[in-house]
């Protein structure tokens, strides 16, 4: 008879065993340079190219062959001057967590397929409601990040203003619907629109003042002409913690307006959503208890491994009545079947890693974090304006930061332009640190996100440190 075939590994226990020791010597080693690696896509496509694996292979090769092709072209994301995007380092136990949720692999479409992680996702959900001020009655889901939160809270707020959206589709609608995000806000707004069959133009961008937040008047003006040229306004949606400044938008006077429009009000919260564990940050946060829908990634400001998003509705009942694939009420489930949440049915489970995070660190540890990050990108705004040459271009609301440097000489705006990014790439180029260039009202403006859990006062004067330098050798003179 023949042998039945599986997929386990006779030697499991001393592979999980060297799979453990990677771990510990990549994370041991983070803080070594290069932040990241220097080679470009043709390159590192040839070095990993080859044929359809049909063949198995000894698992020691392979995991040195991950070890020697694939570590080393990777972006350390949890080095202390890794200060790109509104990326984050993930916490060590945010991971140990992430490892056994793949070992037990459970898939929380349906309470019964899984039930610990159907429980340990409610009462994450309950966690984050809680944090930003929610009270009895709220609904959320974990997603894979704030794209697909925004899609979830913008389908549930197309439901609740035009029902039978999500069956009849646009032609149930009788207006065209619009709605609103400053100027400053995150391109996955238009995706949720595109995806949601409303389309991108009917996203109006409105103009925001000088703290990058969004004018108040200007988004009142915009909503009365569109509903004067007949189009059907059904929500806004407000930054905390904008893509190129960090911006937060004002959100109790947001949060008045939508209520004397009938609008919805959603906050996009991906990145600053931390923020609402510290003093400085509630206070900036006021009113977000009033949204009716916010989306924030735990992947981000919380430390979690991604992928890891969050979406808060603040009544359960719109988003079950939204998303629900069957006749039945919320009254009548005997236990929750996240299927009928969100747009997933199989989705791994993101609730243990970050169950895991909050509870080995606690929220006041984490906040900590957010403190000492926010406090960074004051001192560094405040140092790098001393220095000559050095201009801050925002506001600093939260952790990020804006700047550019402006010779003696006078140079062109585009020769301007161009000089931030080839001081960008001398510092990259270093391998000391990590960051990127934005686009501000037509500027091009270096840009540091301090939002990492390892990084010191010492790296950030490291990173001013290496910007003169990088002034010095592209302009041939030192501050």
Not at 245 to 252: A, F, K, L, N
Not at 284 to 308: M, R
Not at 419 to 426: E, G, H, R, W
Not at 432 to 440: D, P, R
Request: aromatic residues 8%; hydrophobic residues 45%.
């Amino acid at each position: 008879m023949a042998t039945t075939k599986t997929l386990d590994l006779a030697d499991f226990d001393q592979q999980l065993h060297k799979v453990f020791e990677m771990i510990q010597h990549y994370t041991k080693n983070i803080t070594h340079n290069p932040v990241a690696p220097r080679i470009s896509y043709s390159e590192l496509a040839v070095l990993l190219e080859e044929g359809l694996p049909t063949a198995s292979m000894d698992m020691n090769t392979l995991l040195d062959q991950f070890n020697g092709k694939i570590v080393p072209y990777c972006v350390k994301m949890g080095h202390p001057r890794f200060l790109a995007w509104l990326l984050t380092s993930p916490s060590p136990a945010g991971t140990l967590g992430e490892l056994l949720s793949v070992a037990v692999n459970q898939i929380p479409a349906m309470y019964k397929s899984s039930p610990a992680a159907t429980v340990v996702e409610e009462l994450v959900i309950k966690w984050f409601g809680e944090m930003f001020g929610y009270q009895k009655n709220f609904g959320g889901i974990l997603t894979s990040g704030g794209t697909a939160a925004t899609i979830i809270g913008l389908a549930v707020a197309r439901e609740v203003h035009f029902p039978g959206a999500m069956k009849q589709g646009i032609y149930g609608m009788t207006k065209r619907p619009v709605m609103y995000v400053s100027d400053q806000g995150h391109s996955s707004v238009e995706r949720a629109a595109a995806v949601l069959g409303i389309g991108s133009q009917a996203v109006r961008r409105i103009p925001t003042d000088s703290h990058f937040r969004m004018d108040i008047k200007a988004l009142e003006e915009a909503i009365k002409q569109d509903m004067a040229a007949g189009f059907a306004p059904f929500c806004v949606v407000a930054q905390v913690g904008s893509t190129n400044t960090g911006s937060v938008d004002p959100i109790r006077q947001l949060a008045d307006l939508c209520k004397l429009h009938h609008l919805w009000l959603h906050i996009d919260a991906a990145y600053g959503g931390g923020a609402i564990l510290t003093t400085t940050g509630r206070t900036l946060l006021e009113g977000i208890e009033q949204a009716d829908s916010i989306a924030t990634d735990p992947h981000k400001w919380f430390f979690t491994p991604a992928e890891a998003g969050c979406v808060l509705i603040k009544n359960k009942q719109q988003l079950y009545d939204t998303f629900k694939g069957h006749e039945g009420s919320l009254a009548d489930e005997a236990a929750p079947d996240l299927m009928n949440y969100g747009l997933q049915c199989t989705r791994a489970s993101k609730a243990f890693k970050i169950w895991f995070a909050f509870k080995a660190y606690g929220l006041h540890t984490i906040a900590q974090i957010v403190e000492q990050n926010m406090a960074m990108a004051q001192s560094f705004k405040t140092k790098l304006a001393e220095t000559k040459g050095w201009h801050i271009l925002a506001p600093v609301a939260l952790s990020v930061v804006c700047f550019r440097y402006v010779p003696d000489q006078e140079l062109t705006a585009l020769q301007l332009n161009e000089l931030q990014l080839q001081l960008l790439k001398v510092v990259e180029d270093s391998g000391e640190a990590f960051f990127t260039a934005a686009g501000l009202r037509g500027t091009v403006v270096l840009r540091v996100c301090f939002a990492n859990h390892r990084t010191t006062m010492h790296d950030m004067e490291m990173v001013i440190g290496l910007l003169n330098k990088a002034v010095a050798s592209t302009l041939g003179h030192s501050n």
